[in-house]
């Protein structure tokens, strides 16, 4: 089913914790955001963020085309052997800026 197109959806969420037991205090926290978006095209972008308190973050980006078939970088629908969409997750962390 083709996705609609003009549409927005952006959210984000951040948590933390901290407790001290022994006279160490350890500290917990997270956060998230994710942006969905379609263009001229009726292409849908998908577009994520998250990190864990003092880990780098993880950057995710998904395109699918109006049929909702996900599509790779250079514009092919990207299937796996047995012809079925596969996701790809890529760590950007270590490109060179």
Do not use: C, K
Request: hydrophobic share 20%.
């Amino acid at each position: 089913m083709p996705f609609s197109s003009s549409s927005y959806t952006s959210f984000s969420i951040s948590t933390s914790a901290s407790a001290t037991r022994n006279g160490e205090t350890q500290t917990w926290g997270y956060r998230s955001a994710r942006e969905v978006y379609r263009d001229e095209d009726n292409t849908r972008h998908e577009r994520s963020l998250s990190q864990r308190l003092g880990e780098e973050p993880v950057y995710e980006e998904r395109h699918y085309d109006a049929q909702g078939r996900q599509v790779i970088d250079d514009g092919r629908q990207q299937r796996d052997g047995q012809g079925q969409r596969q996701g790809r997750i890529e760590d950007v962390s270590e490109r060179e800026q």
